[in-house]
């Protein structure tokens, strides 16, 4: 328990800084869906999608080849400095590229007259990718403290252009006579929203300047043929789990059918707009679920040669799905004081939001699993397990996205998330034997289900009783899941 609490710790600091700065990110939501159009909205939304499949293609797994190969005294000295070295010329070369290709690249992804968007986008990317490993070294050496304080600057310093640009300015030049504010700030515009997005990563970039020049240690060929040896099969099934991660939001654009008599792009992006919107509040869960892998993930390799390790490993997925299932609780319970951050010409999208957010919970659970082949050096694997996620992921969009629009997309993430687990527990039983309490994790969700029928199905009129009914079935969660395991703590306790 002691070392459990440990990870707790870590997580509370991690989260800290990653649910405050989400937070405060979500708090441009508002903003957005009421200074920007559905269709503007969706520019935004989709643009972001594709950073996902970027970032994971650009970090190609050695972001995870960092913690495996820092526990090997031999190879440790050389790994920061190898790894950088190799991520800085991949993101240099990504740049370049997409300079010198932007005008077919713009029209390809439909954005031919805002090239600007796209470059700004792959210039963002690449130092994003360049750095995730300078923040790995922080996790690695237990700086949670730095780690946040950095994080936390690059999102105060993206908040604060963006209500320069998209409030303060517009506000100014509206009664200005300088004709260069009135030029290009009378009305807010999408493409600030970029501008502050590359200079909050260029000052998280000097930021972490410091540490990433006192620790050059030479580059190692040999040393990194063994790391992408170890990598290459995360970077497939990260590009495999990236399709399950946003290929919703882009097959929109190819799929989705437009009613007649209506201008096609517009209408695609406003369906985007109001998919994306609504997608943000589900983010919540998404928000602990980075917070808890930016704690676990060296946690879970540092304990992996402990006698109890799969004992841990089954424990500590229990409390993940307790707090996961409650948030969701939480969510659905106060759905109507949750959906105010959002415009409300985005409400339309409300009926996906529990389906999102248990899609969300499961993808969860599908990091919790995969530490069994990461462990064990079996991340083959993964590709297999997030392979088969992105089949069903293209085939329930390829095919129910023309009849049900959004909706199809927010069942198809939830499909994949869910086989995928099961998938992933079958091999881990099979080729590791990690003792997850199923029927204990099951009993959980159902609890969760039954509490959630049932505010639905029983409603009161004044606000008072109706929140204190809420209240009391989120107390009712906790009373039950919190006392179970503190028995089995009990008991274990005795044994």
């Known amino acids: 328990m002691g070392l459990i609490s440990k990870l707790v710790g870590q997580t509370a600091i991690y989260g800290l800084s990653t649910i405050i700065g989400r937070f405060l990110n979500f708090m441009l939501v508002p903003l957005y869906t009421r200074c920007f159009s559905q269709a503007e909205y969706g520019v935004v939304t989709e643009l972001y999608s594709y950073t996902v499949f970027l970032m994971i293609f650009l970090t190609y797994g050695m972001e ?87 994080k936390l600057t690059n999102i105060g310093i993206n908040i604060g252009l963006n209500i320069l640009f998209i409030i303060i300015l517009p506000t100014i030049a509206k009664t200005s006579s300088n004709q260069w504010l009135v030029d290009n700030f009378s009305t807010p515009k999408v493409v600030y929203i970029f501008i502050s997005n590359l200079a909050a990563s260029v000052v998280t ?16 060929y040999d040393l990194l043929k063994r790391i992408f040896s170890y990598s290459w099969p995360l970077l497939i099934s990260g590009l495999a789990g990236s399709i399950n991660e946003v290929y919703d939001r882009v097959s929109l654009r190819y799929f989705l059918t437009v009613p007649d008599g209506v201008d096609a792009s517009q209408y695609i992006l406003s369906q985007v707009g109001i998919y994306g919107a609504n997608y943000k509040l589900a983010m919540i869960i998404s928000i602990f679920n980075q917070a808890f892998r930016f704690a676990a993930e060296p946690f879970f390799f540092s ?40 415009g409300s010409n985005f409400h339309d999208g409300l ?30 694997f993964g590709i297999w397990i997030t392979g088969f996620g992105a089949l069903i992921t293209l085939a329930i969009n390829i095919v129910f996205v023309p009849i049900y629009g959004y909706v199809a997309c927010a069942w198809a993430t939830l499909a994949c998330y869910v086989l995928m687990a099961v998938l992933s527990y079958i091999l881990c039983q099979k080729h590791y034997g990690i003792p997850y309490k199923i029927g204990t994790l099951a009993a959980y969700f159902i609890l969760a289900g ?37 028995r089995i703590l009990k008991a274990e306790k005795k044994l």
Not at 65 to 87: A, Y
Not at 205 to 220: C, E, T, Y
Not at 312 to 336: E, G
């Open 351 to 380: 009926g996906i939001i529990p389906v999102l957010l248990m899609a969300n919970i499961f993808l969860g659970i599908v990091f919790n699993l995969s530490i069994w082949y990461k462990v064990t050096n079996q991340t083959t």
């Open 450 to 486: 039954v509490l959630y029928y049932a505010d639905s199905a029983i409603t009161f009129d004044g606000l008072i009783l109706s929140y204190t009914y809420k209240t009391v079935l989120v107390g009712i969660f906790l009373i039950l899941t919190v006392g179970n395991e503190w």
């Open 205 to 220: 970039l000097i930021l972490l300047l410091p540490d990433i020049l006192k620790n050059r240690n030479g580059f190692d």
């Open 303 to 342: 304990r992996m040669k402990e006698k109890d390790s799969r004992q841990m490993y089954a424990k500590i997925m229990n409390y993940f799905t307790i707090f996961t299932l409650l948030l969701f609780l939480v969510i659905m319970l106060y759905l109507n004081i949750f959906k105010l951050f959002i």
């Open 64 to 150: 995870t080849g960092f913690f495996r190969f820092m526990q090997n005294k031999d190879d440790e000295p050389k790994v920061f400095s190898t790894i950088t070295t190799s991520l800085f010329s991949s993101s240099a070369i990504f740049i370049g590229l997409v300079f010198l290709l932007l005008s077919p690249i713009s029209s390809v992804l439909g954005y031919s007259d805002h090239q600007d968007f796209v470059m700004i986008m792959a210039i963002i990317i690449g130092i994003d990718a360049f750095t995730s490993v300078p923040f790995a070294k922080l996790r690695h050496e237990n700086k949670a403290l730095q780690f946040a304080a950095i």
